[in-house]
């Protein structure tokens, strides 16, 4: 029977009980009208995974006794699933023999460094392959505050545009140091450096545009005495570089995030 039926012939019914249901929305807020406390997160296994079938090959790592607050196991656990889910998907179709055929997914969770400042920093990398000349980076980070209970992401980083330039500004200067030195490392002419600076320029420039959506995968950099004193901004391939030049990193001092930084943050640099 449709929705549209049991809504015409028990209309009266529905009333009531939408009425009850929100008598108990009331009836369940805390007397001084606090908003109650978000329900506990359930606990979710980090459990290796491998399979092989005709069709596709996969296998998943986990980092290896960490004690993973609940809610950032969930993120790692639904990130490793969804990109499953791409590799079984694409696979579907095809049978042992098809061309290009089996697919294959390896994916690595591993921890960054030891907590420190109230941060869990969790690395996800791997490829996915499903035809083609070169399989997709699977790139991730997980920086999670512990104090709050939720992950720190690139939107929330910074009070407002301005903090972007300064970040954009500073990323474009690291990469483009880094892309001169490996030409002068190989003994290039300072005219093919030149030439080779001006092609790279733009492609740099495309991938670091001062908003949060370029800059969504970072790592806490953190001192011999466990201070945070900046943020390593990661790129995969393609984004800043091309794609054997594999992924690319560029940290950026406190110094030049302080001024930008969501109030929430800046005692975490401090």
Not at 86 to 96: C, E, F, G, M, Q
Not at 128 to 155: C, E, H, K, M
Not at 188 to 197: F, I, M, R, Y
Request: glycine residues 10%; contains cysteine.
């Amino acid at each position: 029977m449709s929705a549209g039926h049991t809504r015409a012939k028990h209309g009266i019914a529905l009333l009531v009980v939408v009425a009850l249901a929100g008598c108990g929305k009331h009836d369940a807020q805390p007397a001084n009208g606090t908003t109650p406390p978000p329900a506990a997160v359930a606990p979710v296994t980090l459990q290796d995974q491998v399979e092989h079938t005709p069709v596709y090959l996969l296998g998943i790592t986990y980092p290896k006794g960490a004690s993973l607050p609940a809610g950032l196991a969930q993120e790692i656990k639904a990130y490793a699933d969804a990109s499953r889910k791409r590799l079984v998907d694409a696979a579907k179709p095809h049978k042992a023999g098809d061309a290009g055929v089996p697919y294959d997914m390896s994916l690595e969770f591993r921890q960054i460094a030891p907590p420190a400042r109230g941060l869990i920093a969790i690395a996800a990398d791997g490829s996915l392959y499903t035809g083609g000349a070169q399989g997709d980076p699977l790139i991730r980070r997980f920086v999670w505050d512990t104090q709050a209970g939720n992950l720190i992401r690139s939107q929330d980083l910074l009070a407002g545009p301005a903090g972007w330039a300064a970040v954009s500004a500073s990323v474009r200067e690291t990469l483009m140091g880094q892309i001169r030195a490996r030409l002068e490392d190989d003994k290039q002419t300072p005219e093919e450096v030149d030439k080779a600076l001006k092609l790279m320029g733009p492609i740099v420039e495309s991938g670091t545009e001062p908003a949060a959506s370029e800059f969504s995968e970072f790592e806490p950099m953190i001192d011999a005495q466990g201070k945070l004193i900046g943020l390593t901004f990661v790129f995969p391939p393609y984004q800043v570089a091309g794609y054997s030049d594999g992924i690319q990193r560029a940290d950026v001092p406190a110094s030049v995030l302080l001024p930008y930084l969501a109030p929430r943050y800046r005692t975490l640099f401090q």
